[in-house]
């Protein structure tokens, strides 16, 4: 392989040894040839130095030619560019002219939308305008005409003037009547002041209706320091012209030209084209070269002019600069010559040992030639002969170090600690190492039957299979990927894979070499440190969010503590000092008794969420007819609800049905929610709240037209101490709780609680979903009413204390269920393959393996015609942070120890959507 490799070298070494080789192998052939060429008469031969002079000037004509053409594109390019330049300036003159206009029709407009503008008050109006037009550079006047051109009020002249001279007939005024919302005029007189300048005007709509025109005054001296402000140049002009072609303003002796109109050969570019350039004299008599553009308000233009010597100067250079060169091109040829003599000296040299080469003799030197390349073809042709020699010893040890090459890549492949194969353009593996079936699990032979898509991961075949296609195509001389090879038996490893091409003789890409490390060790230490990290992490952020929330919580309850309290010490000092007579003695003690209830209603919230988190609320479960609850909770907000001037209007279903829980707890959710909507509805709004059946839930809707919830606020809307507004700025008091409240006690209830708003300013909805229960029925006389029974309600219940499922097994058996117990969750797991519950009743701590594990699994397990089993958790841990984690693993509802009996069976019985007979 080496030895035809070296036979391919592409170098010109290479393509001199073959060559001499057959000149020595054929000698006599060659010698021959030379003779015949000697020998023929009827070919004219030249010197060489014929021949270079000749290649000389052939190429310096072209370069003299190419010269030339590139002086005149030079010169056309200066002129384009210059052109470009003035143009882009232009642009930029004309860009600041409309920021300018622009930022004056914004500040009409502005004007033009004040609600003062639906019914005019001269000195209002006057006061306002002449406020703005001291605020704006260059307002001469603001002026409000009718449609018809009458005036209505002007900052510089007294109300009812009637029509002004010549308004009727302005163009600023058809523009508008034609329904242009903008109107910028050409220079005209002010109607007002008289002198000259332009008019900006806007229409003023009221009911979809022009009813007014509003109109500035514009002084054209602001136009001309725009236009000086820019820093243009000494020599260059710029003039902005308006529609008429009259100069309104002028960077350079404004005050000759302004009013004036444009040369006639101006006027006939600016007719044809919107932009572009010209030659013309300017106003001044100064023969100059200028672009114009137009602006993009008013339809005005703005012309940049530059003298025509300025433009001029450029061709003059680029004429010095062709010259010089021509001169330097001639110095070339006598150079040129000189070096053409030696060459050919060299050459006849070289020639002379060229031929004793070709004899077979060696040359003893090479030409003493002052050209490298003859001086370097010397030393080839002496040495070329050495290496001919030479070539068969190398030839010889080439061989024997390949084959030593080959043994040691066989050794590396099957002996190496990494997976290797040899892999066709086909993808199939045509030969591996043990190494990689001991990977794969798969015998040497047959992984050579298979092709490597086969033994990839579906989710990465794809990407390998185009880096594959991409490196036999050549694109690419090797790739390195990570990915999940299946195993024999099913299994996943990560492999890091390493593929490079291998070529042919030919260069060609005929198979690919890959290199496979199992790094699965690796891969799932990552994915474990990750977890870990972003475990850590969250963390991290919850507690910083506790810490922030309980700080702010602290400062809320300070200010909501304080804000009463400094009424009531306030009224109280008064009475005491007795300066109040009989109204403001009722008014203070009104205002005691109403700040004293207020924090009572403050401490009895905080109370309640102690009780919550510590697990100590109870309630007092009995049949509650809703719609009594709803009334009695109406009736508490109305007065509020009257004196914010909300209305509050009510849809009641009077066949909304009863639930099980506590009456007094119940009207506490609906008091909270209506509280809440109307504290968030201000004056003229309304608050509804509707209550329904719907799929065996009583439904109960409190909405309104309030503020609204804001859409990064609404998921934590039910966490406690959470406001949408916590400064110090804040418009609504309390602490934060009142819908925590709601969404525990609701809860409690085996209901739901969920929150909706389309967004800030738009309203809220509150949605209360409470299990309904079914009518009781009637028992025999004299027979007591057991509140709830689970009839036919099979009960698993899952604890490790003994006595614990001895008194739940003797409780659910005593109202009607069919019970099994299991004192460990695997236990547990085995009685749910045989036997289908309606319910579990679980405790949370339990040796070896907790009610969080256990619920997580019932949760993986196949639901029985798509129903989910409920599952009720038991704990003496009552914290929201335990109770979170028992719901958040796949708990329905939780009961905190010591366990209430009515309230247990009730929790149980609104778990599996139903409750047992009374």
């Known amino acids: 392989m080496i030895r035809e490799l070296l036979d391919r070298t592409p170098s010109p070494l290479g393509r001199l040894q073959r060559a001499l080789r057959t000149f020595v192998s054929d000698r006599r052939r060659l010698r021959e040839v030379i003779g015949h060429r000697r020998d023929r008469t009827s070919r004219r031969r030249y010197p060489l130095r014929r021949h270079l002079v000749t290649l000389v000037i052939a190429a310096l004509l072209p370069a003299v030619a190419f010269a030339a053409v590139i002086v005149a594109m030079l010169g056309a390019q200066e002129h384009r560019w210059a052109q470009r330049g003035l143009a882009d300036t232009a642009r930029a003159l004309a860009s600041a002219v409309d920021r300018e206009i622009e930022s004056d029709i914004t500040t009409l407009e502005a004007l033009a939308a004040l609600p003062a503008m639906d019914h005019v008050h001269p000195d209002a109006f006057r006061t306002i305008a002449e406020r703005v037009r001291r605020s704006q550079n260059g307002w001469e006047t603001v002026f409000l005409v009718t449609p018809g051109g009458e005036e209505i009020l002007s900052t510089a002249a007294s109300p009812g003037a009637g029509t002004l001279p010549g308004l009727r007939d302005r163009a600023f005024l058809r523009d508008i009547r034609a329904g242009r919302q903008r109107s910028v005029s050409p220079l005209v007189t002010d109607p007002v002041t008289g002198r000259p300048g332009i008019t900006l005007a ?33 020599d260059w002009t710029g003039t902005l012209i308006d529609q008429d072609l009259a100069i309104v303003a002028r960077s350079r002796t404004p005050e000759r030209f302004v009013g004036q109109r444009v040369t006639p050969g101006l006027a006939g570019h600016l007719a044809r084209a919107r932009e ?72 006849d040299e070289l020639t002379a040992r060229a031929e004793m080469l070709g004899e077979g003799a060696i040359p003893d030197d090479a030409p003493a030639s002052e050209v490298t390349e003859v001086a370097r073809v010397g030393d080839a042709l002496r040495d070329a002969a050495l290496l001919l020699q030479q070539r068969a010893r190398e030839r010889a040890a080439a061989d024997a170090a390949l084959r030593a090459s080959e043994e040691r890549f066989r050794r590396a492949f099957e002996q190496g600690p990494l997976g290797m194969a040899i892999v066709g353009e086909d993808f199939r593996l045509v030969r591996v190492n043990a190494r990689l079936a001991e990977i794969l699990g798969y015998a040497e032979d047959e992984l050579t039957k298979l092709i490597f898509p086969e033994l990839t991961h579906p989710a990465d075949v794809a990407k390998d299979v185009d880096h594959a296609t991409r490196l036999f195509r050549g694109d690419i001389p090797f790739y390195t990927l990570e990915k999940r090879l299946i195993r024999r038996d099913g299994s996943i490893v990560w492999g890091d894979l390493t593929v490079t091409m291998i070529r042919d003789e030919e260069g060609r890409v005929t198979n690919a070499l890959a290199l496979v490390q199992d790094v699965t060790a690796r891969v799932r230490a990552e994915d474990d440190r990750r977890r870990a990290e972003d475990a850590l992490r969250e963390q991290a952020e919850q507690l910083e969010a506790a810490s922030r929330s309980k700080d702010e919580f602290l400062a809320t309850l300070s200010h909501e503590l304080r804000t009463p309290l400094n009424a009531v010490l306030g009224w109280t000092l008064m009475l005491r000092q007795g300066r109040l007579d009989a109204a403001g003695t009722l008014r203070a003690l009104d205002v005691i008794e109403r700040n004293a209830r207020a924090q009572s209603q403050l401490i009895e919230d905080l109370l309640d969420t102690s009780r919550i988190t510590t697990g100590k609320l109870r309630l007092e479960v009995v049949r509650v007819d809703v719609l009594g609850v709803v009334e009695a909770a109406l009736d508490a907000v109305e007065p509020a609800a009257s004196a914010r001037g909300v209305q509050l209007r009510r849809v009641l279903d009077p066949h909304a049905g009863v639930v099980v829980g506590d009456a007094d707890r119940l009207q506490q959710i609906v008091w909270n929610l209506l509280t809440n909507a109307i504290k968030f509805t201000p004056r003229g709004g309304s608050v509804e709240l509707r209550v329904e059946r719907q799929a065996g839930q009583v439904v109960i809707v409190v909405s309104d037209t309030g503020i609204g919830i804001a859409p990064e606020v609404l998921p934590f809307v039910f966490e406690r101490f959470r406001q949408g507004d916590t400064g110090s700025t804040r418009t609504h008091g309390g602490l934060g709780i009142g819908l925590a409240l709601v969404k525990h006690l609701v809860e409690l209830h085996g209901g739901s609680v969920t929150a909706e708003s389309p967004g800030q300013n738009r309203g809220a909805t509150f949605t209360v979903r409470l299990p309904e229960m079914p009518q009781p029925l009637a028992l025999p006389p004299g027979v007591s009413q057991v509140p709830v029974r689970l009839n036919d309600i099979r009960v698993l219940v899952v604890d490790d204390r003994k006595d614990s499922l001895e008194i739940l097994q003797h409780l659910f058996d005593d109202h009607g269920a069919e019970t099994r117990t299991a004192m460990s969750a695997s236990e547990a797991l085995e009685i749910l393959h045989s036997w289908r519950p309606d319910v579990l009743v679980s405790d949370i701590e339990m040796p070896g393996e907790d009610g969080l594990s256990l619920i997580r699994k019932v949760r993986t397990l196949p639901t029985e015609n798509g129903r989910r089993l409920p599952a009720v958790a038991v704990t003496a841990y009552a914290n929201v942070g335990h109770r979170v984690r028992a719901l958040a693993a796949g708990f329905d509802a939780y009961v905190a120890k010591p366990l209430e009996p009515d309230e247990l069976l009730a929790v149980v019985a609104n778990a599996v959507g139903r409750l047992g007979r009374m």
């Open 276 to 347: 572009g350039s010209f030659w013309d004299t300017t106003k001044d008599g100064v023969p100059s070269f200028g672009v114009f553009t137009r602006t993009r308000l008013g339809d005005w233009v703005l012309v940049l002019a530059v003298p025509a010597a300025a433009v001029a100067g450029a061709s003059k250079w680029l004429a010095g600069v062709a010259m010089g060169g021509i001169g330097l091109i001639g110095l070339g040829v006598v150079v040129a010559l000189l070096a053409a003599g030696r060459i050919a000296r060299s050459v």
């Open 202 to 234: 806007v229409p003023v709509h009221r009911d979809r209706k022009l009813k007014y025109v509003l109109a500035a005054g514009l002084r054209l001296d602001t136009l001309d320091a725009l236009l000086t402000e820019q820093r243009l140049p000494g």
